[in-house]
């Protein structure tokens, strides 16, 4: 057999461009945008005619959201006691829900895969994890946006309220949420990877771990002191913190803010790395084509 005729199938089998970084043409290291493009292409056209992944974005916030807002209409009768309570409580379960899509949207994605038997398909091909991982983290900005829409608009049509209240400040309150979600949407899909189908249920059990110490619909100190200790260390309770000391006294939650900030950029790293490394364990024992079967 000529070289040309094993070249072939070197090209058919890898690709061009796993060809060009085998002969050292490629870059090394570097994250391609096409391909997050293409991935998160892939992952929009799912949700087209897709009557079940269209409630997930949709249906569900609504319907969270009428149940709370019936329970804030009731607790407006008690508003000399417990002041603020429609703002909290709306407001908390908005914000809350960002981190909860932002979680959804990278676990999903992966989970996505599994079912169409398409893991080891995808991870055979040039793609990289860190691509893997930053289109799935653009797809759950992307339900961030279309579920904040809905909420909002929900919210301000059926009770009057307006989560822009929080001025500027929503911003980063945002923002630190979303990061919050990627940290677990990320350790969640490192364990499923690792475990299997039988942790497919962390995908919608894991989040709600984190709920207790995040401090969502009451402040930190109601929890017990061993407890503020742990709740201390968890982004998403410093932006709740900080969304009530806005709406409460009007104060700037530069420190909870900071807080916030820090712990998701050092979780973050250490949510990725964990990734990495499972994936690399995985994919020494042969586990990411046992995913899925």
């Known amino acids: 057999m000529d070289a040309r005729s094993q070249e072939r199938p070197t090209r058919f089998l890898l690709g061009e461009e796993a060809l060009a970084n085998q002969s050292g043409e490629g870059e090394k290291g570097t994250m391609k945008a096409h391909r997050i493009y293409a991935l998160v292409t892939r992952y929009v056209y799912l949700y087209r005619r897709s009557l079940p992944r269209m409630m997930e974005i949709f249906y569900w ?14 607790l407006m009768k008690f508003q000399g006691q417990i002041p603020g309570a429609v703002t909290f409580f709306l407001g908390a379960l908005i914000l809350w829900d960002i981190l909860f899509r932002a979680q959804q949207g990278v676990t999903i994605s992966f989970l996505e ?10 991870f055979a091909s040039p793609l990289k994890p860190s691509e893997f991982l930053a289109a799935t983290m653009v797809m759950s900005i992307l339900k961030v946006m279309a579920v904040s829409v809905v909420m ?8 009057s309220y307006n989560i822009f209240v929080l001025g500027l400040w929503l911003i980063p309150f945002v923002l630190n949420l979303v ?14 990877m690792r475990f299997g189908q039988e942790a497919e249920v962390l995908a919608w059990s894991m989040v709600f771990l984190f709920q207790p110490i995040s401090c969502v619909f009451y402040p930190m100190e109601v929890l017990p002191g061993w407890l503020q200790v742990i709740a201390w260390a968890n982004p998403a309770a410093h932006v709740f913190e900080g969304m009530r ?32 490394w499972m994936f690399e364990l995985c994919r020494e024992r042969g586990l990411l084509v046992r995913i899925g079967e």
């Open 61 to 74: 916030p609504f319907l969270d959201l009428v149940i709370w807002g019936f329970i804030t209409v009731y």
């Open 113 to 122: 895969e599994i079912w169409a038997r398409n893991l080891m398909n995808l």
């Open 152 to 159: 909002v608009v929900c919210a301000g049509l059926f009770y």
């Open 179 to 192: 990061i919050t979600g990627w940290i677990i949407g990320v350790l969640t899909t490192a364990l499923i």
């Open 245 to 276: 000391a806005v709406l409460n006294t009007s104060a700037e939650p530069v420190t909870h803010l900071g807080w916030a900030t820090g712990l998701n950029l050092v979780l973050l790293g250490m949510a990725i790395a964990l990734f990495h």
